[in-house]
């Protein structure tokens, strides 16, 4: 069974830092790429980060340079530092295991971050 439990969200103020952590358990990380996606409110889910199999990242222009997204092969754990937070960072945040054989996506529960002084 795959879950995908994430922790790390909170409340903090503009230009302030957050780590995200999302602990895996039933896969396998060379086989599934990882990423962090987000969701504000009225508004659809979509990709902030992830990290492909053999450690290339990808992020969002909106993101990019403010975020930093790593992958512990090992302990079964990807993080999302993010840095200089935005209010418009303001979201529930996911993670996402993308299998590469089977296609499948798993996501975790979400954990809310919210940027507001």
């Known amino acids: 069974q795959v879950q995908l439990v994430e922790s790390g969200g909170g409340l903090v103020q503009p230009g302030g830092s957050l780590r995200l952590s999302c602990a895996a358990s039933?896969?396998?990380?060379?086989?599934?790429?990882m990423g962090w996606y987000r969701q504000a409110p009225g508004k659809q889910r979509e990709l902030v980060a992830r990290i492909f199999v053999g450690g290339r990242p990808n992020y969002a222009d909106s993101v990019e340079g403010r975020f930093t997204i790593s992958s512990d092969n090992v302990k079964n754990t990807v993080n999302l530092q993010m840095t200089s937070l935005e209010r418009e960072d303001t979201a529930v945040y996911y993670c996402?295991?993308?299998?590469?054989?089977?296609?499948?996506?798993?996501w975790g529960q979400g954990t809310q971050v919210t940027v507001s002084s």
């Open positions: 996402n295991a993308h299998g590469l054989m089977t296609t499948i996506d798993h």
């Open positions: 039933g896969i396998n990380f060379r086989f599934y790429d």
